[in-house]
């Protein structure tokens, strides 16, 4: 983020009761993730103390202090997408992309996490990217469904025929 669109935000905010956390969002949403200077001249120009600056940013699962991929990919891993296959889907993803989960790809085009729960058991093995939801997916279809975020076809997550 640029100096200049820290200022700005800064500057929205200052003196204002309640400031913080929605200064934090908007800077978060200019960089991508909150970095400890970051947090400093937030702390610095709101006249927060650090230590509540870094708590309110730790305490909040919204926030990241390290990068983060563009696109969030969530697993979900609980019993139904479990049971129906879900460790295949994401060993899958895991080896296309070449991250663990809960790390980004190298490129930060991509974040790998897994989830107790997508709230969509009849779709089991479901996930997620962005805010888009993929159902029965199998270690075939998330590759498909990698190339409409990479640029790939309009036909991506349409399962392959000879499945």
Not at 73 to 84: E, L, P
Not at 102 to 122: I, K, R, W
């Amino acid at each position: 983020m640029s100096t200049s669109a820290l200022t700005e935000i800064i500057e929205r905010y200052r003196g204002k009761p309640g400031s913080l956390i929605p200064a934090l969002q908007k800077a978060q949403a200019e960089m991508g993730y909150l970095s400890g200077e970051t947090l400093e001249q937030v702390s610095k120009g709101l006249g927060i103390p650090f230590s509540r600056v870094f708590g309110v940013a730790t305490f909040y699962s919204q926030f990241y202090l390290s990068p983060r991929g563009k696109h969030t990919i969530k697993v979900c891993v609980g019993t139904a997408c479990h049971v129906r296959g879900a460790g295949a889907a994401l060993q899958a993803l895991e080896e296309k992309l070449g991250v663990k989960a809960g790390n980004p790809t190298e490129d930060l085009n991509f974040q790998l996490e897994t989830v107790a729960c997508l709230g969509t058991c009849f779709l089991a093995p479901a996930i997620m990217i962005d805010k888009d939801y993929y159902g029965e997916q199998t270690p075939k279809t998330v590759g498909k469904i990698l190339k409409k975020y990479i640029g790939g076809g309009a036909d991506a997550g349409t399962p392959d025929p000879e499945e």
